[in-house]
């Protein structure tokens, strides 16, 4: 039940660690001011530290779990201070919320922080109007964002305050009311069409080149025909047949550029990406590193699918100070060749390297418009489409509809609304999020699509690195980094027009011995070794259960470093020596990609590890996946863990790898052990698991 209220203000409160629920509050604040209201949007800290919540009459909370199930740094404090055991269970009683969780089911703490919030909040008296939003990035935050916004808008806020309802279904989404609907034949002729405007940029063999600037990198594209079917050009009959079409209001235009006559030659004095805060990281000003090994991990044998190699750096100038576990990120840029394909496509290649300013469009009607504090005033083209934006991320449904604005050809205006509209959330998802298609991969596919440059600098979103957990130690390796990294490359189909790796892949694979990298510190994590807040001895008598399918293992090269080194200069130290250390690694055949397979084994002969357990996800007899070997060995496993609960050194368990599938069937399988070693029931293993995991006792660092 919900009341009137007197005032317009509406407070929205994040918790974000990738920009994610950050960007979704501001587009609650837009449309919020468009209904007439007055929003202010604050990080959860900030509402703590600033506010009263007990003088709050409503709040909207957007939050989102890190991967190890932590709260984002901007919401932490917030959710530490309602946690508080001094509080009285009224202490919120005058308080009514709503609140949208974000998560990835990939992780075993999917949703973990909005459920623990949303608890508390309820535990003090706050009470909750609508339904919590629980979106997954796995399968798409849009299929639950948008219905739940509309729930929020439509069946609270509407109430709350007395909104006008013509005003809010202008707002909230356009009607896009069509006459009669195409026939097959119609339809038939404009694929036809489509398919001739496309073949203007390809050549009749199959493959070309995007760019006629034979000095310049460009794309390889491959020829690919689109389905007849549902595909991202074309919609199935219930959509395409639907004549009245409910889309979002386009984003208001707002950023002026002014292109200058001389060639931009600043670029390596910008500050990294304007030196804007990024969440995650210690400092934006990069440490300079130079690249002193480059070398190959796996077999050389055409059948391995994800090749991996090893990347070694040169600290410059710094000496660092970091834990075994701890990460880096490598500032990322987008490949030359996207970058000229974008920018031709919309008629600025030949000025691509001017001296281009950015500035607030004076005819602007955003409100409270700013600039990004990610992007230079002062840079270029060029520079803003490779260092700044991410062209490759699957373009989001806001970006889809103001590209429609810009289609020449009424067929393909109609497919992308169709996209972005509330009845294609579905459609969108299929093909062009879960496609992962890139900027590229749809200006392909809608050739009359040519959008203004401005309207693509406002709203491509920012350019993030990727972290990369070290396989070294200070204590052994000094200024200098190791890390192993996998190489994934993703086909030309489903309507991807070239095949392609990762961003930060692609930087990583050009590297050569000699070159020079920025990197950026990654803030501490509970994965490291020792814990955090543990003293140093913890790391060196603490029995571990290491988990580390594929390039997981790494991480824990650099606990095995790190104890190496210590036993090196103390050789007499027998407690750590005979400390129990089980390591269970995953590959596909142990001929083509047990990778560290002779460090490994020498760490056994040292002493350092006292097992390890393999698993061949390819070779019949073997245990297939870790999940494998950790039910063959649940008797050490679980006995490790008891046996030594009241010691102090309790034994962890640490977990490192591709999320997909891993984190949560591993969990599952911990679980499952733990009732059969334990004698007990599924309920009573899982919260026994949970008991470990709150006390950093089973600790996880995955990626998806």
């Known amino acids: 039940a919900c009341f009137l209220q007197m005032s317009n203000r509406l407070l929205i409160g994040f918790g974000s660690h990738t920009g994610q629920a950050e960007s979704i509050?501001?587009?609650?604040?837009?449309?919020?001011?468009?209904?007439?209201?007055?929003?202010?949007?604050?990080?959860?800290?900030?509402?703590?530290?600033?506010?009263?919540?007990?003088t709050e009459s409503f709040i909207v909370i957007v939050v989102s779990s890190t991967g190890d199930g932590d709260a984002p740094e901007n919401s932490a404090r917030f959710l530490r201070r309602i946690s508080r055991k001094t509080l009285k269970e009224d202490h919120l009683n005058g308080l009514q919320y709503a609140m949208l969780g974000l998560g990835d089911s990939n992780y075993s703490t999917y949703q973990g922080v909005p459920?623990?919030?949303?608890?508390?909040?309820?535990?003090?008296?706050?009470?909750?109007?609508?339904?919590?939003?629980?979106?997954?990035?796995?399968?798409?935050?849009?299929?639950?964002?948008?219905?739940?916004?509309?729930?929020?808008?439509?069946?609270?806020?509407?109430?709350?305050?007395?909104?006008?309802?013509?005003?809010?279904?202008?707002?909230?989404?356009?009607?896009?009311?069509?006459?009669?609907?195409?026939?097959?034949?119609?339809?038939?002729?404009?694929?036809?069409?489509?398919?001739?405007?496309?073949?203007?940029?390809?050549?009749?063999?199959?493959?070309?080149?995007?760019?006629?600037?034979?000095?310049?990198?460009?794309?390889?594209?491959?020829?690919?025909?689109?389905?007849?079917?549902?595909?991202?050009?074309?919609?199935?009959?219930?959509?395409?047949?639907?004549?009245?079409?409910?889309?979002?209001?386009?984003?208001?235009?707002?950023?002026?550029?002014?292109?200058?006559?001389?060639?931009?030659?600043?670029?390596?004095?910008?500050?990294?990406?304007?030196d804007a805060p990024m969440p995650g990281v210690i400092s934006t000003k990069p440490l300079n590193a130079m690249v002193v090994s480059h070398s190959i991990l796996t077999s050389l044998d055409q059948s391995v699918t994800k090749p991996k190699r090893e990347l070694m750096f040169e600290m410059e100038g710094v000496d660092l100070s970091y834990e075994p576990g701890d990460a880096f990120y490598i500032t990322p840029q987008n490949s030359e060749a996207e970058v000229n394909f974008v920018l031709e496509r919309l008629g600025c290649l030949s000025t691509a390297d001017l001296e281009y300013e950015l500035s607030i469009d004076p005819a602007t009607s955003k409100a409270c418009a700013a600039l990004p504090n990610y992007l230079p005033v002062k840079s270029s083209l060029r520079h803003l489409f490779t260092y700044c934006l991410d062209i490759r991320r699957a373009p989001a449904r806001p970006l889809l509809r103001f590209m429609a604005d810009s289609a020449t050809d009424g067929g393909e205006k109609r497919r992308?609304?169709?996209?972005?509209?509330?009845?294609?959330?579905?459609?969108?998802?299929?093909?062009?999020?879960?496609?992962?298609?890139?900027?590229?991969?749809?200006?392909?596919?809608?050739?009359?699509?040519?959008?203004?440059?401005?309207?693509?600098?406002?709203?491509?979103?920012?350019?993030?690195?990727?972290?990369?957990?070290?396989?070294?130690c200070v204590a052994a390796s000094g200024r200098r980094l190791r890390f192993a990294y996998s190489i994934r490359e993703d086909a030309a189909v489903e309507g991807r027009r070239y095949s392609r790796v990762g961003v930060q892949t692609g930087v990583l694979c050009d590297l050569k011995i000699g070159q020079r990298v920025k990197l950026l510190e990654k803030e501490p994590a509970r994965f490291r070794l020792p814990p955090l807040n543990c003293l140093p001895e913890v790391g060196l008598y603490t029995p571990l259960i290491l988990i580390g399918p594929g390039t997981g293992v790494s991480t824990f090269l650099s606990f095995t470093q790190h104890i190496r080194a210590h036993l090196k200069k103390n050789k007499e130290d027998k407690e750590c020596r005979e400390t129990k250390r089980i390591l269970y690694f995953g590959c596909r055949d142990k001929e083509k990609d047990f990778i560290y397979r002779e460090e490994m084994e020498t760490l056994q002969d040292l002493g350092v590890l006292s097992t390890v357990h393999l698993a061949q996800s390819t070779v019949e007899g073997q245990p297939k996946y870790v999940q494998d070997t950790i039910r063959t060995n649940a008797e050490e496993v679980f006995s490790l863990l008891r046996d030594s609960s009241s010691s102090p050194y309790p034994a962890r368990v640490y977990v490192c790898g591709d999320a997909k599938g891993m984190s949560k069937d591993l969990w599952e399988c911990f679980v499952e052990c733990a009732a059969q070693t334990g004698g007990c029931t599924i309920d009573e293993a899982r919260k026994y698991m949970m008991e470990l995991k709150k006390a950093d006792r089973y600790i996880e660092d995955v990626w998806s």
């Open 25 to 54: 509050s501001k587009e609650l604040a837009d449309r919020a001011r468009a209904v007439g209201l007055e929003p202010e949007v604050r990080t959860l800290n900030d509402i703590e530290k600033e506010l009263d919540l007990t």
């Open 115 to 274: 459920i623990k919030m949303d608890h508390q909040l309820s535990f003090l008296g706050a009470t909750r109007v609508l339904q919590r939003g629980e979106a997954d990035d796995q399968v798409g935050l849009e299929l639950i964002v948008e219905p739940w916004i509309d729930k929020l808008f439509n069946e609270e806020l509407k109430t709350r305050f007395s909104l006008d309802e013509t005003r809010l279904a202008a707002a909230f989404s356009s009607k896009i009311t069509l006459g009669e609907t195409k026939t097959a034949e119609e339809k038939e002729r404009i694929m036809e069409e489509w398919k001739a405007r496309s073949k203007s940029e390809e050549s009749t063999d199959g493959e070309t080149t995007v760019s006629p600037r034979a000095e310049r990198a460009s794309l390889t594209l491959v020829d690919y025909e689109y389905p007849t079917g549902a595909s991202v050009r074309s919609g199935a009959e219930k959509i395409s047949a639907d004549p009245s079409l409910r889309v979002p209001i386009a984003p208001q235009p707002y950023i002026k550029g002014t292109l200058g006559r001389s060639i931009f030659r600043e670029g390596n004095d910008l500050p990294w990406q304007n």
């Open 416 to 472: 992308l609304l169709e996209l972005c509209s509330a009845q294609g959330v579905a459609e969108f998802t299929t093909y062009v999020r879960q496609a992962a298609l890139s900027l590229v991969d749809v200006l392909l596919a809608f050739p009359s699509v040519v959008p203004q440059i401005e309207r693509l600098i406002e709203n491509l979103p920012r350019l993030m690195p990727r972290p990369y957990s070290m396989s070294s």
